[in-house]
């Protein structure tokens, strides 16, 4: 499975970003997807997660601001950011894994894409 992830650039605080990662290879739709961030000099953090059945996870921090979204169909997810905060600013990453478990450890998922960077600022 080759993820790339796309929608990412520069953004005014407050404002809003939607990113998005393409599948290709083998169809994702039992897989659980996620998004991580890297903010420089900082460690790789989940943002959000989804799982096959559609269950998400949200790091607190991005609680009632971001959604994450998957279309089995289309074989993508996206994630609509609003509310941007300049704490945003990070590469963010897609990854996937064929499994009904959850993890927000980036290394734990077997595909992982190239990032897409993000910045917001003030």
């Known amino acids: 499975v080759q993820l790339q992830a796309s929608g990412g650039g520069l953004v005014q605080a407050g404002g809003s970003l939607r990113l998005s990662c393409a599948a290709s290879?083998?169809?994702?739709?039992?897989?659980?997807m996620a998004w991580f961030r890297q903010a420089p000099e900082k460690g790789r953090e989940c943002v959000a997660h989804?799982?096959?059945?559609?269950?998400?996870y949200y790091q607190e921090s991005v609680k009632g601001r971001f959604t994450i979204s998957r279309d089995n169909g289309k074989n993508t997810m996206d994630l609509q950011m609003g509310s941007l905060k300049p704490e945003d600013t990070a590469v963010y990453y897609c990854?996937?894994?064929?499994?009904?478990?959850?993890?927000?450890?980036?290394?734990?998922?077997?595909?992982r894409g190239q990032g897409t960077q993000v910045t917001v600022s003030s």
């Open positions: 989804i799982r096959w059945n559609g269950d998400t």
């Open positions: 990854a996937a894994k064929n499994s009904i478990l959850a993890s927000t450890s980036f290394w734990w998922y077997t595909y």
């Open positions: 290879g083998r169809n994702t739709s039992d897989y659980i």
